[in-house]
């Protein structure tokens, strides 16, 4: 079982609010693989996705990480990551630039 750091709930209040429901999973390649199948079947199966955000509502959603496909990338990278996908951003320099304020803002770091 792996242990949550205290920090994600700091950075879950940070990103989608206090009052946001959140799970966060983590799970071994081939969980993630099966996961896979229900957001990207185009991919699924051809490589393992290392974060999947699943938004349930406006103000719920759950984010599974892969620890076995993170590297080159930080859980705590992955977790801002999947938190800026359920508040709606996309991939893009606008993104990137919130993922680095956070990281800063928290002391940590986007790679190993």
């Known amino acids: 079982m792996v242990r ?8 879950q209040a940070e ?14 390649e081939k969980e993630m693989r099966k996961a896979m199948k229900y957001r990207y079947e185009k991919i699924a199966g051809k490589k393992t996705s290392n974060v999947l955000s699943f938004p ?12 076995d496909a993170a590297k080159p990338y930080t859980l705590a ?16 320099d606008t993104m990137e630039r919130e ?10 770091r986007a790679h190993e």
């Open 4 to 11: 949550i750091p205290a920090v994600f709930k700091k950075i």
């Open 15 to 28: 990103i989608l609010g206090p009052s946001y429901d959140l799970s966060v999973v983590f799970l071994v």
């Open 56 to 67: 349930l509502s406006k103000t719920s959603g759950e984010i599974l990480i892969c620890p």
């Open 77 to 92: 990278y992955l977790f801002i990551h999947g938190c800026l996908h359920l508040k709606g951003s996309k991939h893009s």
């Open 99 to 108: 993922e680095n304020r956070i990281l800063k803002k928290f002391g940590l």
